[in-house]
Nanobody
Framework: QVQLVESGGGLVQPGGSLRLSCAAS????????MGWYRQAPGKQRELVAT???????NYDNSVKDRFAISRDNAKNTVYLQMTTLTPEDTAVYSC??????????WGKGTLVTVSS
């Protein structure tokens, strides 16, 4: 089993920045990729960014010039640095981990609200 705990969400003004963190614990060695997804009110969950164990990253086109995903292997933590935030970025951001045994794990999510 893998446990994922997100932190760092909150209220930010348009144009502002925020950094999300996702701390993983448990059977960490079984994970090969971690990422962030988001779900805005009334919309389906969508991919934001992923990062593999080897550091290969993937971004949704809507965020690739504004967001950066990174990982600290020593802390078993993945980060999402978000800049130039807009109200359209308002959503619940959830951490995701894909395991070699085909299991997928999710955190409970953290709310990001972009509003003036």
């Amino acid at each position: 089993q893998v446990q994922l705990v997100e932190s760092g969400g909150g209220l930010v003004q348009p144009g502002g920045s925020l950094r999300l963190s996702c701390a993983a614990s448990g059977f960490i060695s079984n994970i090969y990729r971690m990422g962030w997804y988001r779900q805005a009110p009334g919309k389906q969950r969508e991919l934001v960014a992923t990062i593999t164990n080897s550091g290969i990253t993937n971004y949704d086109n809507s965020v690739k010039d504004r967001f950066a995903i990174s990982r600290d292997n020593a802390k078993n933590t993945v980060y999402l640095q978000m800049t130039t935030l807009t109200p359209e970025d308002t959503a619940v951001y959830s951490c995701n981990a894909d395991a070699w045994d085909s299991r997928t794990y999710w955190g409970k999510g953290t709310l990001v609200t972009v509003s003036s």
